[in-house]
T-cell receptor, first 113, second 114 residues
């Protein structure tokens, strides 16, 4: 199964952009790249996902490398509420009970006021 | 989106006993997932539960230890059997939107085994 590699931790200043990297060098053509984040004492929440093209939503942007072996989650203007563990996940296309959803170790993002 | 509730939110149990965790979703879903998150760690998938069929367990997890029921499209239970202190974790259920592949997670059940 394709796995992801993320830095253990990152720190950023409030109101500045944050770029969270993820490497997935063994990604297959049917793997979607998903990002979730987990705030303290909560279950993970969906942030964004994509396949090949860059994606934007109200929470963040996802930049996907042309070879798809890496991606970057971009928070355009970090707030203190963005302090969380961010997980980069590969999810196979297709709906199968045997599909695996593998969480990596994640990146713990701290925001300095 | 889906709203998921879990019961209990936390419990302290004695070694050798069993605990059943309930997961309720506010809409009908085909697949539900159960995860374990040990202290300070990432999430590990325990099993996938489809309504009307046996759950599919991941490597390292067995039905005798973690029996799962899925009686309808909005409800599932996970039982942690014959508990030991190593089972102390947060247990989370989730569902997936089959169109968008977004997963929605419950708040988790914090289990402490003494």
């Amino acid at each position: 199964d394709a796995k992801t590699t993320q830095p253990n931790s990152m720190e950023s200043n409030e109101e500045e952009p944050v770029h969270l990297p993820c490497n997935h060098s063994t990604i297959s053509g049917t793997d979607y790249i998903h990002w979730y984040r987990q705030l303290p004492s909560q279950g993970p929440e969906y942030v964004i996902h994509g396949l090949t093209s860059n994606v934007n939503n109200r929470m963040a942007s996802l930049a996907i490398a042309e070879d798809r072996k890496s991606s970057t989650l971009i928070l355009h203007r970090a707030t203190l509420r963005d302090a969380a563990v961010y997980y980069c996940i590969l999810r196979k296309y297709g709906y199968s009970s045997a599909s695996k959803i593998i969480f990596g170790s994640g990146t713990r993002l701290s925001i300095r006021p | 989106s889906a709203v998921i509730s879990q019961k209990p939110s936390r419990d302290i149990c004695q070694r050798g006993t069993s605990l059943t965790i309930q997961c309720q979703v506010d809409s009908q879903v085909t697949m539900m997932f159960w995860y374990r998150q040990q202290p300070g760690q990432s999430l590990t998938l325990i099993a996938t539960a489809n309504q009307g069929s046996e759950a599919t367990y991941e490597s390292g997890f067995v039905i005798d230890k973690f029996p799962i029921s899925r009686p309808n499209l909005t409800f599932s239970t996970l039982t942690v059997s014959n508990m030991s202190p190593e089972d102390s974790s947060i247990y989370l259920c989730s569902v997936e939107n089959p169109s968008s592949y977004e997963q929605y997670f419950g708040p988790g059940t914090r289990l402490t085994v003494t």
